[in-house]
T-cell receptor
């Protein structure tokens, strides 16, 4: 009964492939986020969804697209993967925008 | 605008105190503090809202000076379990709509 769960935990793929990372939260939160943490540990917000509406869309490449089938799920689709996409991607949720965030365990994406 | 954290790293003996600072060049609505251990997800510590409040639990406390756009995290009588990377995340004066912008982190090592 993990609060925020992501799958897969590790993902190794070749350049040019398309991949998805799934995220589910069972906390009943209204807001979900995707963060990217690079090799220097810099944690940067990519997207957030509040009640299924995209609230923040940072200047990430349009190869990245969030998809939220319902309030409890926020998946991340990445097209045409590049070497620079290698990072740890964290999903998180909060009761509302700006509230305490609960993070998933992260997905380590390695593009070769 | 990314907040600036200092110091970048600190090494302490168990039982010593530490202060981690976070400053921003823009007006802040709130400051969040998270701790991340190696290979794990960031874990929420506390939120400080505009109003210059101070919060704390156990031996970890924090202050927020909105006029100076600064926050400090205080760890007293540090324990081995305090080791990790501490991130401050700031929200602009627009409140939650701006999302969290994290600093580069402060790496804290507690030695026995």
């Amino acid at each position: 009964d993990t609060a925020v769960s992501q799958t897969p935990k590790y993902l190794v793929t070749q350049m040019g492939n398309d991949k998805s990372i799934k995220c589910e939260q069972n906390l009943g939160h209204d807001t979900m986020y995707w963060y990217k943490q690079d090799s220097k540990k810099f944690l940067k917000i990519m997207f957030s969804y509040n009640n299924k509406e995209l609230i923040i869309n940072e200047t990430v490449p349009n190869r990245f697209s969030p998809k939220s089938p319902d309030k409890a799920h926020l998946n991340l689709h990445i097209n045409s993967l590049e070497l620079g996409d290698s990072a740890v991607y964290f999903c998180a949720s909060s009761q509302n925008l700006g509230g305490q965030a609960f993070f998933g365990q992260g997905t380590r994406l390695t593009v070769v | 605008q990314q907040p600036v954290q200092s110091p970048q790293a600190v090494i302490l003996r168990e039982g010593e105190d530490a202060v981690i600072n976070c400053s921003s060049s823009k007006a802040l609505y709130s400051v969040h503090w998270y701790r991340q251990k190696h290979g794990e997800a960031p874990v929420f510590l506390m939120i400080l809202l505009k109003g210059g409040e101070q919060k704390g639990h156990d031996k970890i406390s924090a202050s927020f000076n909105e006029k100076k756009q600064q926050s400090s995290l205080y760890l007293t009588a540090s324990q081995l379990s305090y080791s990790g990377t501490y991130f401050c995340g700031t929200e602009g004066s627009g409140g939650g709509a701006d999302g969290l912008t994290f600093g580069k982190g402060t790496h804290l090592i507690i030695q026995p």
